[in-house]
């Protein structure tokens, strides 16, 4: 199957299966030329041809075009698709590129200035092989695969589950979920996690991605979806900063770093310790709180 997991791109999937496939893709309209990463074939050879599959490979979204190649579609954080009548002009600033097909204009839509999206033309499955990263489907794993993976290297299980050369496509927000639900520290080295921590991570992580999937087919129905982001009112941890955890009522604390963050509950997965945020504990040094108890005082 093609749709197991509830991020980005596998809300997109089905939505696009029904609305392109076998249908000829009419026009292809480049707003920024930037979006366009690779040039070979030339992306007019893609014109007047049929689109006969949509996948997915890891976190990106596959067009097979026959006669043509693939059209390869990375939506990154911030990349979102649209459905629009027609021929209609692509929204503002926040609008890449569009395909025209007989029934609708498929928009790639980011938002923000960091441009960061992409679209690739490739030639064949050698070609597409290159953007394979390796990660294994969580939800089709064992358990002792899943857990070889999570051993394969010595990183944070935060990091772990993010790697897309370890696990395919489950991504920052579902970790939070994931590592929450499994009670285990997002800074617990893999290395160390235990054969009973092991089974509960992966528990976890089927119960977690299978719950949202269903949740994220049920809203979109047959329209197509229009608000697909991380944040989902719903989650246990993940962009609930300050907010009690929905388990034991300790306020969802963070770790922030560049352009992302881990949110976790101290209570429920660090046996009430906090962990240092790594630019607060810096700025704050000895006053950093060590725990909840702290934290309160």
Same mark, same amino acid.
């Given at each position: 199957?093609?749709?197991?997991?509830?991020?980005?791109?596998?809300?997109?999937?089905?939505?696009?299966?029904? @609305? !392109?496939? %076998?249908?000829?893709?009419e026009a292809i309209r480049l707003v920024s030329p930037f979006v366009l990463r690779s040039v070979?074939?030339?992306?007019?050879?893609? !014109?007047?041809?049929?689109?006969?599959?949509?996948?997915?490979?890891?976190?990106?979204?596959?067009?097979?075009?026959? /006669?043509? /190649?693939?059209?390869?579609?990375?939506?990154? !954080?911030?990349?979102?698709?649209?459905?629009?009548?027609?021929?209609?002009?692509?929204?503002?600033?926040i609008g890449l590129a569009a395909f025209d097909f007989p029934d609708g204009t498929l928009v790639?839509?980011?938002?923000?200035?960091?441009?960061?999206?992409?679209?690739?033309?490739?030639?064949? =499955?050698?070609?597409?092989?290159?953007?394979?990263? /390796?990660? #294994?489907?969580?939800?089709?794993?064992?358990?002792?695969?899943?857990?070889?993976?999570?051993?394969?290297?010595?990183?944070?299980?935060?990091?772990?589950?993010?790697?897309? @050369?370890?696990?395919?496509? #489950?991504?920052?927000?579902?970790?939070?979920? #994931?590592?929450?639900?499994?009670?285990?520290?997002?800074?617990?080295?893999?290395?160390?996690?235990?054969?009973?921590?092991?089974?509960?991570?992966?528990?976890?992580?089927?119960?977690?991605?299978?719950?949202?999937?269903?949740?994220?087919?049920?809203?979109?129905?047959?329209?197509?979806?229009?608000h697909v982001t991380a944040f989902r009112e719903g989650m246990a941890v993940h962009g609930r900063?300050?907010?009690?955890?929905? %388990?034991?009522?300790?306020?969802?604390? =963070?770790?922030?770093?560049?352009?992302?963050?881990?949110?976790?509950?101290? =209570?429920?997965?660090?046996?009430?310790?906090?962990?240092? %945020?790594?630019?607060?504990?810096?700025?704050?040094?000895?006053?950093?709180?060590?725990?909840?108890?702290?934290?309160?005082?």
């Amino acid at each position: 199957m093609l749709f197991f997991l509830p991020l980005t791109p596998y809300v997109y999937v089905e939505a696009l299966t029904a @609305r !392109v496939v %076998d249908q000829p893709l009419e026009a292809i309209r480049l707003v920024s030329p930037f979006v366009l990463r690779s040039v070979a074939p030339p992306i007019s050879e893609f !014109v007047g041809k049929r689109v006969t599959l949509v996948e997915r490979l890891g976190k990106r979204l596959v067009l097979t075009v026959d /006669g043509a /190649g693939f059209l390869v579609i990375h939506l990154m !954080v911030a990349g979102r698709l649209r459905w629009l009548p027609r021929g209609k002009k692509t929204p503002g600033r926040i609008g890449l590129a569009a395909f025209d097909f007989p029934d609708g204009t498929l928009v790639l839509t980011e938002a923000g200035t960091t441009r960061r999206a992409s679209l690739h033309a490739v030639a064949d =499955r050698e070609g597409l092989s290159a953007f394979n990263r /390796g990660g #294994i489907e969580p939800l089709e794993a064992s358990l002792e695969d899943f857990v070889d993976r999570v051993h394969m290297e010595n990183h944070t299980l935060k990091r772990t589950l993010t790697d897309p @050369r370890l696990f395919s496509g #489950i991504g920052n927000s579902y970790s939070d979920e #994931i590592l929450h639900r499994a009670r285990l520290s997002p800074l617990l080295l893999s290395s160390r996690v235990t054969a009973e921590q092991g089974a509960a991570l992966y528990g976890a992580t089927r119960s977690v991605l299978t719950e949202w999937t269903a949740t994220l087919r049920a809203e979109a129905g047959d329209a197509f979806p229009e608000h697909v982001t991380a944040f989902r009112e719903g989650m246990a941890v993940h962009g609930r900063y300050g907010q009690p955890c929905p %388990d034991c009522g300790a306020p969802v604390q =963070r770790i922030r770093y560049a352009t992302n963050e881990t949110n976790y509950c101290a =209570r429920c997965q660090t046996e009430g310790r906090l962990l240092a %945020d790594r630019a607060l504990s810096r700025l704050l040094k000895s006053d950093w709180p060590r725990s909840l108890d702290e934290l309160d005082q």
